[in-house]
């Protein structure tokens, strides 16, 4: 089967909504839960396939998961040492966060486990896990820095004192979970601020996260205790209306309890360096993550030199990012990007085929993009034809474009898209955007 989206040009976006849960914090949701002792009880949770591989990972490691029903979800904690072997490999699907994380959390179990992924994930770098993980005594074979993985049981980890070469929270969070392991202090030094919702969670289970600057600090062997977690919607699927609703017509859109989280709002920061209205409403803390309401108007937005300090904060963001800046008035340049091409697609590439395909051509940098935008007053795109190259928010992202194109924008295999946003096109289609999801006879990727 190949489903396909097809977005009809203009439409007027109002109304409110809340996208689904978090796709990190649901994805941690379930990891810590499973290595707490007692019961965690979760609402929000994303049902979308990234978040119910990693649930169904640790089904196969012996935990007891009720749901997910309507977002809730209920973990019986099996404790740090409670784990079992599975029976078999440990699919992640499409899900980097799922394999990257486990590689850390298994690193350190008595048994040994084999993670595999799909033809996405197949081709996503892993030494970048495996390498640091090394110097804490782990085993990882791969197919040559690439998925499948084999994790050696090596009984206890040590500790290390780790400069990570890559700001990814993937590799940090990896480290933090194998560091639980250890005997002794894990100590994690990042080359730039990525997303903290694994320390932010690790300390809502009761367990102690040092930070002094850059380094994150974990002391091993610390019980945590099962808690309750209400998941904010993600900001990064709240992102592909943050833009819908800055360049469509007479917009204007209310997102509900968006978690805003200062790791994650490197869109927030682009978009209103770039001229956008959005305003933050009902600020609060909800078990330890920052969340708001959003408002969000139709504005002029201008072109911008996305300053690299803001990249990882909003690493998912771009695609989307791309859009808006083929909207604005004059060039937005990105530079420093190149984590970009080891995304679920190579998302420079593949964002500049397709803008090129639907009439906006790019300048293409080995670790960025140059976009001469079209301004306000005309249609930046022709409309036409895209592949998304099985990446869910390639395929959200040419949606949203469909507001500003003159003709009718197609997107092929876009089956990803409930990786993350599972309902995408019905919740678009609910606030005026006039976008369908339709399944094809055919090959699908
Ligand atoms: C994620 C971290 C980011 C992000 C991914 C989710 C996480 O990856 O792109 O979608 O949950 O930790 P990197 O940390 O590798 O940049």
Same mark, same amino acid.
């Not at 640790?58 to 973990?75: E, Y």
């Not at 929270?169 to 979970?177: E, G, P, R, Y």
């Given at each position: 089967m190949f489903q396909t989206l097809s977005a009809l040009p203009g439409g007027r976006i109002r109304g409110e909504?809340?996208?689904?849960?978090?796709?990190?914090?649901?994805?941690?949701?379930? /990891? !810590? @839960?499973?290595?707490?002792? #007692?019961?965690? &009880?979760?609402?929000?949770?994303?049902? *979308? $396939?990234?978040a119910l591989a990693t649930?169904?990972?640790?089904? /196969? !490691? @012996?935990?007891?998961?009720? #749901?997910?029903? &309507?977002?809730?979800?209920?973990?019986? *904690? $099996?404790g740090l040492r409670g784990l079992r072997p599975p029976a078999g490999p440990l699919d992640c699907g499409n899900s980097g966060t799922s394999m990257r994380l486990l590689c850390g959390l298994l690193a350190g179990q008595s048994f040994e486990s084999r993670l595999l992924g799909?033809?996405?994930?197949?081709?996503?770098?892993?030494?970048?896990?495996?390498?640091?993980?090394?110097?804490?005594?782990?085993?990882?074979?791969?197919?040559?820095?690439?998925?499948?993985?084999?994790?050696?049981?090596?009984?206890?980890?040590?500790?290390?004192?780790?400069?990570?070469?890559?700001?990814?929270?993937?590799?940090?969070?990896?480290?933090?979970?194998?560091g639980l392991y250890a005997d002794g202090t894990t100590r994690v030094t990042e080359p730039a601020p990525t997303r903290d919702h694994t320390e932010r969670m690790l300390a809502a289970f009761g367990v102690e996260v040092g930070r002094e600057g850059s380094t994150v600090s974990i002391v091993g062997g610390q019980p945590l205790s099962g808690s309750r977690i209400d998941i904010p919607a993600d900001i990064s699927s709240a992102a592909f209306f943050l833009v819908a609703a800055s360049i469509g017509a007479r917009a204007e859109l209310t997102l509900r309890h968006v978690g805003i989280n200062p790791t994650r709002t490197g869109v927030l920061h682009i978009l209103r360096a770039m001229g956008a209205d959005i305003t933050e409403i009902n600020p609060r803390t909800i078990g330890g993550e920052p969340v708001a309401d959003l408002r969000v108007r139709a504005a002029r937005l201008k072109g911008l030199e996305i300053p690299p300090e803001w990249v990882p904060l909003a690493i998912d963001e771009f695609p989307v990012l791309f859009v808006a800046a083929a909207c604005a008035e004059g060039d937005t340049v990105l530079r420093g990007a190149q984590e970009l091409r080891v995304k679920e697609?190579?998302?420079?590439?593949?964002?500049?085929?397709?803008?090129?395909?639907?009439?906006?051509?790019?300048?293409?940098?080995?670790?960025?993009?140059?976009?001469?935008?079209?301004?306000?007053?005309?249609?930046?795109?022709?409309?036409?034809?895209?592949?998304?190259?099985?990446?869910?928010?390639?395929?959200?992202?040419?949606?949203v474009a469909a507001l500003r194109s003159s003709g009718p924008i197609t997107i092929l295999d876009t089956g990803n898209v409930t990786t993350s946003f599972p309902g995408f096109a019905d919740m678009a289609a609910s606030v005026g955007m006039r976008v369908r999801a339709s399944i094809e006879s055919g090959p699908g990727r």
């Open positions: 909504l809340r996208v689904p849960g978090d796709k990190s914090i649901s994805h941690r949701s379930i /990891m !810590l @839960g499973a290595l707490a002792e #007692g019961e965690t &009880r979760i609402s929000g949770f994303l049902e *979308g $396939a990234d649930m169904n990972v640790f089904r /196969m !490691l @012996g935990v007891a998961i009720d #749901g997910p029903q &309507r977002g809730a979800v209920t973990v019986r *904690g $099996a799909d033809a996405s994930l197949s081709r996503r770098p892993m030494r970048r896990v495996i390498e640091p993980l090394a110097l804490m005594g782990a085993k990882i074979d791969s197919v040559d820095g690439h998925p499948p993985l084999l994790v050696h049981p090596v009984g206890r980890l040590r500790p290390a004192e780790i400069r990570m070469g890559v700001a990814s929270a993937q590799v940090k969070s990896a480290l933090i979970l194998a697609s190579d998302r420079i590439a593949v964002m500049a085929e397709g803008l090129a395909g639907i009439g906006m051509p790019a300048q293409v940098k080995p670790d960025g993009m140059r976009i001469v935008g079209r301004g306000a007053e005309a249609n930046p795109f022709a409309g036409g034809t895209v592949e998304s190259h099985g990446d869910h928010r390639i395929a959200m992202a040419f949606a």
